[in-house]
């Protein structure tokens, strides 16, 4: 119920238009990347899945952001069903703990029959070009080399509400959902993430 | 409820009720008799087009007959809905966020509050005069000089188009003529009415008759035929409807020419808007016909010139 209302407020502020080149919304097990400029992409992006959908996909966001009141660990927990991810060593741990643990995270939730949600920039960027992946999206799919990842473009996101703002704009935006592409047997880890940053990127410019 | 009341108003509706009855069925023994493929597509989003002017002419309806404040709040929406539509396709930068909240949620929304209340004094020059000074001054306190002159014109561009201009609409219901009182809804009716049905009897006439391209840079589907065709056809629908204004018959149609040829130019001029950024339409809200700003193009431009043509030559 919830989910719903906040799906529909979602999309008439946004006022995408979605399109589906090269894949097609089905409930297989999938992890969606997009590019990452503003605090409404995930929302959006899971808004306009279709409602079924919504409920099988989890959004991959940063603990730190998300538990820092009572409503967004509600919205966390509850609604969104997050995959909260360390962002912030605990004193003492080793290095690298963090990111084994987020990539156990993340290969736990798609145990389930659940779908993930990934910026794989790590952070929001000003909007005009991608940062380089982070290297969890390379172990996650190593993990689960059969994994179909699809690539996702958000446009416009970044001007309804930029960086630093609290009120948006309602302009309106445009979501590209591409075609799915898998971890190729002994494909080095660059190679594959900036395949993957490619893929995304290709989709600003796809007719 | 001023439809109870109006017999001018009950049959206009009437008449566009069985227009729209003749053309949706026209339309189906047309797509029946259609086998070839490329007519089709054309078939197709002519049903489409006529499906949506059911929805229009049913919210533009039921907007006349809540009363003038009905009215208002419809166009006020268009105006909000174009305005994102335009907003969307300029090259605005983060910095300028502060004048686009500023644009949606206090000014449009003052303009048509002005509206009304029949400020005339007042809303005539709120976004000519204090949202542009206001605007320019705002994106210059954010600090970014990078493209200002282009960013300050096009918030302001689209404030004139999409607010400013649009909201001489429902301005009209506001309108005192010499010996007429506030004729109101009428006059609402017959400026939709004509730039609307111009709009489609151009289309008509262009697809029946269409051979020299009269603007191939700008919009290439508009032809010398369907313009003449249509500015002619909808002046003499405009003459025909004069026993509903406070019109005599020969000003009626010259107020229609006027509205034609106006809303000619707005089409034209959006035409040349959606070239520059690369579109062929504004939007996909409406099926068949694109956004709401391809939708009310012409009435951007035939609104304000017919208010203040009729004002001059009329008010009382």
Redesign the interface.
Known sequence: MMASVLAAVAQVVAGSSVRWLGSVPTDGQRVFIANHSSHFDFIVLWSYLPSHLRRLTRPVAARDYWERDAIRRYLAASVFNAVLIDRVAAPGSAAGQLGRQAVDQMAGALDGRHSLILFPEGTRGPGDDLAPFRSGLYHLCHNRPDLDVIPVYLENLNRILPKGHLLPVPMLSRITFGAPFRLQPAEEKDAFLERARQAVRALKEAA | MTLLHDVGLQRLFGGLIILLVVATVVGRLIERRTHDERAMATVRNLNARINAWWVMSVVFALAVVVGPIGSVVLFALLS?LAL??F??LVP?R?SD?GA??WS??LITPLQYLLVAVHWYGLFTILIPVYAFLFLALRIAISGDTTHFLERASAIQWALMICVYSLSYAPALLGLSIRGHGTPGPTLLLFLVIVVQGSDVLQYIFGKLFGRRKIAPHVSPSKTLEGFVGGVAAATILGALLWWATPFTFWQAGLQALLIALTGFGGGLVMSAVKRDRGVKDF??IIAGHGGILDRVDSLTFAAPIFFHVTRFFFGG
């Open positions: 909000f994102r539509e907003i969307t605005t983060p966020h686009l909240l949606f949620f939007g996909n």
